[in-house]
């Protein structure tokens, strides 16, 4: 069982920075058993893929409306992974959501719908 727990959302202005943080707590497996994502929902759309990372962040993915702009990163040390989110704009506003994907299905980590475990999610609002 993995717990997830967001931190870090906010309130910016555009163009202004934040980084976003997801604490992992695993009870049977190690935390390199699994890839990481983040997700986010804007208010009346659905849940769309922001970035990935593999199991040792040796790779890493971003959707077209955030690469070159945000950069994941992990720390299995801790246990944590991280959005670090540069120039945001107005369409970054959401909800993001960290997710745990069990290694193997590492091929499907564009899908929501493969990840295994959510935290409740961290709210980023940038102002125009």
């Known amino acids: 069982q993995v717990q997830l727990v967001e931190s870090g959302g906010g309130l910016v202005q555009a163009g202004g920075s934040l980084r976003l943080s997801c604490a992992a707590s695993?009870?049977?497996?190690?935390?390199?058993?699994?890839?990481m994502g983040w997700f986010r929902q804007a208010p009346e759309k659905e849940r769309e893929f922001v970035s990935a990372i593999n199991w040792n962040g040796r790779a890493a993915y971003y959707s077209d409306s955030v690469k070159g702009r945000f950069t994941i990163s992990r720390d299995d040390a801790k246990n944590m992974v991280y959005l670090q989110m540069n120039s945001l704009k107005p369409e970054d506003t959401a909800v993001y959501y960290c997710a745990a994907l069990y290694g193997s299905n590492w091929p499907w980590y564009l899908k929501s719908q493969m990840y295994d475990y959510w935290g409740q999610g961290t709210q980023v609002t940038v102002s125009s």
């Open positions: 695993i009870y049977e497996r190690t935390f390199t058993t699994y890839a």
